[in-house]
Antibody
Framework: EVQLVESGGGLVQPGGSLRLSCAAS????????MHWVRQAPGKGLEYVSA????????YYANSVKGRFTISRDNSKNTLYLQMGSLRAEDMAVYYCARGELRAPFDPWGQGTLVTVSS | EIVLTQSPATLSLSPGERATLSCGAS???????LAWYQQKPGLAPRLLIY???SRATGIPDRFSGSGSGTDFTLTISRLEPEDFAVYYC????????FGGGTKVEIK
């Protein structure tokens, strides 16, 4: 069974940092691009970041560029999102998802909640 | 960036009725790279439709997608109780973007 499991969310103060992880299983992780999508409480979906299958190419939404870093360890079948200079508007559930270039996202992980508050 | 606008924001219908959800794009979506997702409270989005009209694995045939260019539609032919949820469209032809969502609620 294809599965994605996020972890690492929690409470962080404004200006702080946090690293999210997404553990993949049930498929050849190194063959797929991966994505992070977030959803603020009661709001819609916002595309955050992407990384190619070999990690050589990355993409960031303007809202997180310069503050977030996406990476992956194909030997550990794990995707990461290093988040820095966190703001109140970064508070959201963060989902990882599998998706190749010009392909839909499927499946998604269950999400991990990031709360930014003092 | 392609902006997707979904309408209506909320659709109030009864079980058994037909639901028609719209997704408009600010510019043409290349090769109909458009998907629809269903999201229920507390759960992750689930892929329903991809490439504008292809059903994902395990999706019932009461769900159908149509459209091309800048105008796309998700139709649920007869609403079942489990279909009341929020639906999002997404284009993945260029930098992916999502629409704002349509909530299908019980009337």
């Amino acid at each position: 069974e294809v599965q994605l499991v996020e972890s690492g969310g929690g409470l962080v103060q404004p200006g702080g940092s946090l690293r999210l992880s997404c553990a993949a299983s049930g498929f050849t992780f190194s063959s797929y691009a991966m994505h992070w999508v977030r959803q603020a409480p009661g709001k819609g979906l916002e595309y955050v970041s992407a990384i190619s299958s070999n990690g050589g190419s990355t993409y960031y939404a303007n809202s997180v560029k310069g503050r977030f870093t996406i990476s992956r360890d194909n030997s550990k079948n794990t995707l990461y999102l290093q988040m820095g200079s966190l703001r109140a508007e970064d508070m959201a559930v963060y989902y990882c998802a599998r998706g190749e270039l010009r392909a839909p996202f499927d499946p998604w992980g269950q999400g991990t909640l990031v709360t930014v508050s003092s | 960036e392609i902006v997707l606008t979904q309408s209506p924001a909320t659709l109030s219908l009864s079980p058994g009725e037909r639901a028609t959800l719209s997704c408009g794009a600010s510019q043409s979506v290349s090769s109909s790279y458009l998907a629809w997702y269903q999201q229920k409270p507390g759960l992750a989005p689930r892929l329903l439709i991809y490439d504008a009209s292809s059903r994902a694995t395990g999706i019932p045939d009461r769900f159908s997608g149509s459209g091309s260019g800048t105008d796309f539609t998700l139709t649920i032919s007869r609403l079942e109780p489990e279909d009341f949820a929020v639906y999002y469209c997404q284009q993945y032809g260029s930098s992916p973007t999502f629409g704002g969502g349509t909530k299908v609620e019980i009337k």
